[in-house]
């Protein structure tokens, strides 16, 4: 893994066991890695600043230590890159957006941390029976992570019973491959439906908004949610609090 892709998950507290075992590795030995680590966590504390005022004094404090040798100085390249996204940041602050946190909380991180694949509620697989049909051989592929596969069996089986819950199953294994964008009308669908796995599809819902960046609707669907007390009912006031 590229040493800044380390650091930048590092940032973000998204590193897995063996990728923190490298990044501690490089951390202990590797003089030269240590000091980006430094560079970048400034770089951080200037895109994470709240007001103008503060960008701005993080940002001068910044050079200063480049300018003092206080912190690596980097390649003319990279300096200049890492100027342009912190100026990036500044223009976007200025104009009411954070550029790189538009929740005040990493979107991926805030996703990544709430979304699990909704167990199944409608069809228990029991193993090594035979009267096996497409309804069951879809929750097989959805329980043993198959979710492709899962996903094209509940469009048909959707296509063919317009049961809701189906769509729901289908948005899910579409969320769990990766494929969020495409969940999101199919959820908006099982939604609009009302069906007993509604507020269900509202949490999954609200979740593909916030990896897409769509903070009011994700907003919209959680206070809907709060205030039905239905389902999820401290992941979603969390959810809010994270994202206001």
């Not at 709430?114 to 049909?133: A, C, D, L, S």
């Amino acid at each position: 893994m590229e040493r800044e892709e380390l650091i930048d998950k590092y940032l973000h507290s998204t590193l897995t066991p063996s990728e923190s075992e490298q990044f501690n590795s490089l951390l202990k030995n590797d003089n030269e890695f240590r000091e980006d680590v430094e560079l970048f966590k400034n770089l951080k504390v200037v895109s994470g600043a709240e007001d103008r005022a503060e960008l701005r004094k993080n940002l001068v404090n910044f050079e200063t230590k480049i300018a003092t040798k206080k912190t690596k100085v980097v390649p003319l390249f990279n300096y200049k890159k890492i100027m342009i996204a912190a100026s990036i940041v500044l223009i976007a602050t200025i104009g009411g957006i954070t550029l790189f946190n538009p929740f005040g909380v990493d979107a991926d991180t805030l996703y990544a941390a709430n979304f699990e694949p909704y167990k199944n509620v409608v069809t228990p697989i029991v193993r090594g029976e035979t009267n096996e049909n497409d309804e069951v051989e879809a929750f097989i592929s959805y329980e043993s992570k198959d979710y492709i596969s899962a996903a094209n069996q509940f469009r048909e089986l959707y296509e063919t019973t317009k049961l809701p819950y189906f769509l729901l199953y289908q948005a899910n294994s579409l969320l769990a491959s990766g494929n969020v964008k495409e969940a999101i009308p199919i959820l908006e669908q099982h939604v609009a439906l009302n069906d007993e796995l509604s507020e269900r599809g509202k949490w999954y819902l609200s979740l593909a908004y916030i990896k897409e960046n769509k903070k009011e609707e994700a907003i919209t669907l959680l206070e809907e949610m709060k205030e039905k007390n239905s389902f999820k009912t401290d992941d979603v006031k969390q959810l809010l609090d994270k994202l206001r």
